[in-house]
């Protein structure tokens, strides 16, 4: 990576949306936010692609769209050569768009079927103005060309293409404009997987050609595997972790980064471990967990330093504190014979824990939930067992390979996988509870 000025510095993006309440809600002023993106930064230098990788609903495509300001953000700023976009006029923004474009994920609905390829091309280009030398019928031919399309199909209609060749057309519209920076948001999602080799391909060699910078868009990462440069791991609204392809993966640090790597479906020579399965779902941007988001799901969730738990068992535990607050738990379907073994099981809890004062703690804990005394439950467990992923946000922190937002590789937690132990000094001793709101 250069060292220069980047093209695009986004520096600190937080998109806020309002949730759907209802009127009641309104009126008690009780309407809630939507933290779809959540503190985030990062650089893309001239001619290079940022891979951003997450879950459905993790905040991709908002970022896509508040760096072009198509949302405005509720904070932040994004620097585009220098100059701070988010504080520009609308006409300026006009004239900024010919510099910035979007390739949408599905191309069937992005583009007009009324309008033949030759219109929808040339709208681009009457939009922005752009004529030159070159007629405007030989521009459009030279973008379908580009673009590996037939030139002679220009006055054909969007449904007489496949989907392949739609998103070709999105390209070329894109391209239209001789933009320095596009935002593929999910360019190949919606394609056979042998058509999106061809696209990515295309998409390689436009910025060979061109010197375009990209901000890929994907929830695969096997997507952006080869053609970023670097990889942003996003994560409820917030970057996990970012570094070049080879930092990410060898080894992957971040125990979400693990889980998305185990999880790409064709042997991969850069995971070579088992399939981790994530717990649960992804939690609600509208009230994320506090400290570290992903500590409800994190298998390598820190242990507290003064209870002898294995790994698995101190997951299981979370797993139940989390259930417990979400009143996640259909105790009702644990009424006969033996409840509590029941429920253990339902919740992977071994049926003793190796601490017996944990195990005394944990038995307590269930039977509140087995009254369906959740908050009493949540409470006895959060008090007892502390963990810094719950209680302290983690923030980007340089490593040997890259930037991690994860506790188990700060320093000041001194906790190596599978060792739980904090430092009497470090933030997570005596620290507040720091929850997102
Ligand atoms: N206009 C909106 N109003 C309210 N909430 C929204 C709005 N747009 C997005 N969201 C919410 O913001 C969060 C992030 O959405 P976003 O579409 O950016 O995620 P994503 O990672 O791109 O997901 P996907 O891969 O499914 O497109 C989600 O919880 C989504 O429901």
Redesign the pocket.
């Known amino acids: 990576m250069s060292g220069s000025e980047p093209l695009l510095r986004v520096e600190g993006l937080e998109k806020y949306?309002?949730?759907?309440s209802d009127f009641i809600d309104r009126l008690l002023g009780r309407q809630k936010k939507?933290k779809?993106?959540d503190d985030v930064s990062f650089e893309i230098h001239e001619g290079e692609t940022l891979g951003l990788v997450?879950?459905?609903?993790?905040?991709?495509?908002?970022?896509?769209?508040s760096i072009l300001q198509l949302?405005k953000p509720t904070a932040g700023s994004v620097y585009f050569k220098g100059q701070d976009i988010t504080t520009l006029s609308d006409s300026d923004l006009r004239d900024l768009r010919k510099e910035m474009q979007i390739i949408f994920?599905n191309p069937q609905s992005s583009l007009n079927p009324r309008l033949t390829v030759n219109d929808i091309i040339g709208e681009a280009l009457d939009i922005h103005g752009i004529e030159g030398d070159v007629s405007r019928d030989a521009r459009i031919k030279d973008l379908l060309e580009r673009v590996g399309l037939n030139a002679s199909h220009a006055n054909r209609y969007p449904h007489e293409f496949s989907g392949g060749q739609l998103q070709r057309i999105g390209i070329a519209r894109a391209l239209a404009v001789d933009p320095e920076f596009i935002v593929c948001?999910?360019p190949v999602s919606a394609l056979d997987v042998s058509v999106q080799a061809q696209i990515l391909n295309l998409l390689e060699d436009l910025q060979d050609e061109l010197g375009i910078a990209y901000l890929f868009?994907a929830?695969d990462l096997s997507v952006v595997e080869h053609i970023a440069d670097q990889i942003a791991v996003?994560y409820l609204?917030k970057i996990a972790e970012i570094g070049t392809p080879e930092e990410l993966f060898a080894p992957p640090q971040h125990p979400y980064t693990e889980a998305l790597l185990s999880a790409i479906p064709e042997p991969d020579p850069l995971w070579d471990g088992d399939r981790i399965l994530l717990e649960g779902s992804v939690p609600?941007?509208i009230d994320p967990p506090s400290g570290c988001k992903f500590h409800t799901r994190c298998p390598r969730v820190i242990p507290p330093s003064d209870y002898e738990f294995e790994q698995e068992e101190w997951r299981a535990v979370m797993s139940l504190r989390h259930r417990a607050r979400e009143e996640d738990i259909a105790v009702e379907t644990f009424d006969d014979g033996a409840p509590m073994e029941a429920l253990r099981e339902e919740l992977d809890l071994p049926s003793t824990l190796s601490d017996p004062e944990a195990e005394r703690v944990v038995q307590e804990a269930l039977r509140s939930v087995a009254d369906e005394e959740f908050g009493d439950a949540e409470s006895l467990l959060s008090e007892t067992f502390d963990t810094p992923c719950s209680t302290d946000k983690p923030v980007l922190r340089e490593t040997d390979a890259g930037r991690v937002a994860c506790h188990l590789f700060d320093p000041a937690y001194e906790a190596g996988p599978n060792d739980g132990t904090t430092t009497g000094d470090g933030p997570a001793a005596g620290s507040a509870a720091s929850g997102d709101d």
């Open positions: 949306y309002e949730s759907e939507v779809a993106v997450g879950e459905s609903g993790c905040g991709k495509s908002t970022i896509g769209r949302r994920q948001d999910e868009i929830h996003m609204g609600s941007p």
